[in-house]
């Protein structure tokens, strides 16, 4: 009994059985808070890199939505280091990172009519990390799932979702997962009552949810990905938020506000700007599409509009980089970085620009500077190239190691490329051995693990028989990628020998 009670007592030391500061609900709780408030602080930055970077041209917006947020923050159940900031990203979308570190889109704030409109998306956010809401997907196991990775964060909006590696990934992980129905409502609901704390008339969350069922009518599913894939517009959204409004009416003071002029006013600059952005978008479509021309056509009528923006011009940038105009691809990311030194992106293309323009150290410096800000696949494996150019192999191999775990074609090639380095050194590993005995024969099936051709192979057959050691060595292939081959060792047993220690060992293999 005492033992059990110390077990108990240790379990609830180790996991921490807590109320949780929102719900006032006891439960479990495997993430600390000290957790939660280091994955927000490591997360946020390499997160917002990933969804366009924070929004420059007119930082008043970002200073006007951190004041709105900390308004709501100041009444919620939970302190926490709250931050709000305004991303460079026309996809209507909002989230919240553990320990309070949310981030709107600019894309949503056009579709705002007040400033109690925009609370109501922020207070939704701030309950989501007040509730814990992320560190409970991560503990019920959402979340460091290598599939899951694969599918979230393909169907993103980022273009560099694929891309992301190493400790980044967990960010964008928490961003595009789904908290569950439960989670949506709580967030709603407590949302509400943090709005009405905070001055807000909470009649805005009603019309919100309206607004956006009126936007997602019409549009097509590319444009429902961010926020709306988590948080489908809907009738009962709506009318949930009604019920909720109206439960909290007779406790509701006089002096709530919507605050429309002051978010209108707020707003002008970006509104104004509108056309640039559009603009912008349509170029980044036709340059995935290759339509080069074109794209350039549309950046030119957004550099007109908005001649402030560094993504117009890193955006240019990317397409003379694809065309393998590398200088002109250089003066526009040095016109970018004048605008924008924090943007991962170009960083990123100057170095590859720089890498074939063969300016190893000066592409090496942009690579490495640019997975600080977020590391990626594609800067990780230039960078293995670069080092592999120089005749330093430990060096590519762990730029290639931290690569291969990418998807899509970068990680293939990376995977590869270390393959390359490191068959020679450990060939048992790349190769699969089944050994076999047919008729008293003994040989075995080998099968090539990497997506590559070995030219040749090495093989080793030992074994102990009726007291003797025996060994013999040999030599087959080319094997295909992929594929098996039978090997014979040419040692034939009969019932009556004794075989123990039998091994069958890949020594070599050559590309
Ligand atoms: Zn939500």
């Not at 609900?25 to 993430?31: A, G, I, Q, R």
């Not at 709530?256 to 006013?265: A, D, I, P």
Request: with cysteine; charged share 20%.
């Amino acid at each position: 009994m005492y033992r059990l009670l110390s077990l108990l007592l240790l379990n609830c030391l180790l996991i921490s059985c807590a109320v949780n500061p929102v719900t006032g609900k006891n439960e479990l709780s495997f993430v600390s808070d000290a957790q939660e408030l280091s994955i927000g602080s490591e997360q946020y930055l390499p997160s917002q890199q990933s969804q366009g970077g924070i929004y420059l041209v007119d930082p008043g917006l970002t200073r006007y939505v951190d004041q709105v947020g900390q308004r709501i923050a100041n009444v919620s159940d939970r302190q926490l280091p709250y931050e709000f900031v305004v991303l460079n990203n026309s996809q209507p979308n909002a989230w919240a990172l553990p320990g309070g570190k949310i981030a709107v889109n600019r894309g949503l704030l056009l579709e705002l009519d007040n400033e109690a409109e925009l609370a109501a998306v922020l207070s939704h956010e701030v309950v989501h990390a007040a509730a814990k809401h992320g560190a409970k997907s991560m503990q019920r196991g959402l979340i460091l799932q290598g599939v899951l990775l694969a599918t979230t964060i393909g169907a993103s909006n980022s273009d560099y979702g694929n891309y992301i590696v190493g400790g980044a990934q967990l960010g964008a992980q928490l961003l595009t997962q789904r908290y569950g129905r439960t989670a949506e409502l709580e967030s709603d609901s407590y949302g509400i009552q943090y709005m009405a704390a905070a001055g807000y008339d909470p009649s805005a969350a009603i019309t919100l949810q309206q607004t956006f069922v009126e936007l997602s009518a019409g549009k097509d599913s590319s444009w429902l990905t961010g926020l709306f894939s988590s948080h489908p517009p809907s009738q009962e959204r709506v009318d949930a938020n009604r019920a909720s409004v109206s439960a909290l009416s007779p406790l509701l003071r006089g002096d709530l506000e919507l605050g429309r002029e002051r978010y209108q006013k707020q707003i002008a600059y970006l509104r104004q700007k509108q056309k640039a952005y559009s603009a912008f978008d349509k170029a980044d479509t036709l340059k995935k599409n290759n339509e080069f021309g074109s794209a350039l056509r549309h950046l030119d009528r957004a550099v007109e509009e908005e001649p402030g923006e560094a993504r117009f011009y890193g955006l240019r940038a990317d397409i003379h980089l694809e065309k393998e105009q590398y200088r002109p691809a250089n003066i526009y990311y040095n016109r970018a970085l004048e605008l924008d030194p924090k943007y991962f992106a170009y960083y990123l293309g100057r170095g590859l620009s720089m890498a074939r323009l063969g300016q190893a150290e000066n592409a090496k410096r942009d690579l490495e500077r640019s997975n600080e800000l977020l590391p990626t696949a594609i800067a990780m494996n230039e960078l293995g190239q670069l080092s592999l150019a120089e005749g330093d192999t430990t060096g590519a191999k762990n730029y290639f190691q931290s690569a291969m775990n990418a998807g899509g074609e970068t990680g293939a090639a990376a995977r590869d490329a270390f393959t390359r380095l490191d068959l020679p050194d450990n060939p048992a590993h790349y190769i699969e051995v089944a050994p076999f005995l047919s008729k008293g024969r003994l040989a075995a099936t080998l099968t090539n693990r990497t997506g590559l051709t070995i030219a040749r192979l090495d093989v080793t057959f030992a074994a102990n028989a009726n007291g003797e050691n025996i060994q013999r060595s040999v030599s087959l292939g080319p094997l295909g990628a992929g594929q098996s081959i039978q090997a014979s060792s040419g040692f034939r047993f009969s019932e009556t020998d004794t075989v123990t220690n039998l091994r069958v060992v890949v020594t070599g293999a050559m590309l």
